[in-house]
């Protein structure tokens, strides 16, 4: 069955750093990846998609690529603040035909003043 | 904020009773999605409804189940409620089944004790 994987464990930057998350799936080759955020006690707000022909894309301080041959996704925060602290999440479309989404467990980003 | 809005924001519930959660779409967005989202998890998908009809489901029992009426609006309901129901559910509403970009709800936390 399919299967994604991101780091369990919290990412602690320091401010102004880039902030690197990563998500790993398997036993699929999914069209396309996206990546939400979600602040504690609300709901995940989209931020970015990538399609399988996308090698990288980009949004003001958000970068994302996508390795369909590695199976892997990373997500980048570059000059992070303390703002964007939170759960990031990366989603796949099911691979059968529900047309549900199915998220990782989230990396927790917290960046120090 | 998405336009997505659930009620209530929270319930407490006991084991064996029947609750309805509610969401109001954004407008235009003719597809809903149910998530349920443990703690320190991501969201699991139950079931998505396209113009009124189910349109996929997750590895639910039966005992969760919808409804999509004519505005789009959407309920879910949990019948026979057990303690490991007790979650965050979340709605997200598209314009497409597949979901690419999906605007969620704040969430319902909902405790069954």
């Known amino acids: 069955s399919q299967k994604i994987e991101q780091n369990s464990e919290a990412l602690n930057i320091q401010e102004g750093k880039t902030a690197t998350l990563t998500c790993n799936y398997t036993n699929y080759s999914p069209a396309y990846l996206q990546w939400y955020r979600q602040d504690p006690g609300r709901g995940p707000v989209f931020l970015l998609l990538?399609?399988?022909?996308?090698k990288e894309k980009r949004k003001e301080r958000l970068k994302v690529t996508f390795d369909t041959t590695l199976k892997q996704s990373l997500f980048h925060i570059t000059a992070s603040q303390p703002a964007d602290s939170a759960t990031y999440l990366c989603?796949?479309?099911?691979?059968?035909?529900?047309?549900?989404?199915?998220f990782g467990s989230g990396t927790r980003l917290l960046v120090r003043p | 904020e998405t336009g997505v809005t659930q009620s209530p924001t929270h319930l407490i519930k006991t084991r064996g009773q029947q609750v309805t959660l509610r969401c109001s779409s954004q407008s235009g967005h003719n597809t809903v999605s149910w998530y349920q989202q443990a703690l320190g998890q991501g969201p699991q998908f139950i079931f998505q409804y396209y113009r009124e009809e189910e349109n996929g489901r997750g590895n639910f029992p039966p005992r969760f189940s919808g409804l999509q009426f004519p505005n789009y609006s959407s309920e879910l309901n949990v019948n026979a409620l057990e303690l490991d129901d007790s979650a965050l559910y979340l709605c997200a509403s598209s314009t497409d089944r597949r979901n690419t970009e999906a605007f969620f709800g704040q969430g319902t936390r909902l405790t069954v004790v």
């Open positions: 989603a796949l479309e099911g691979m059968d035909s529900s047309y549900k989404l199915i």
């Open positions: 990538i399609r399988e022909n996308e």
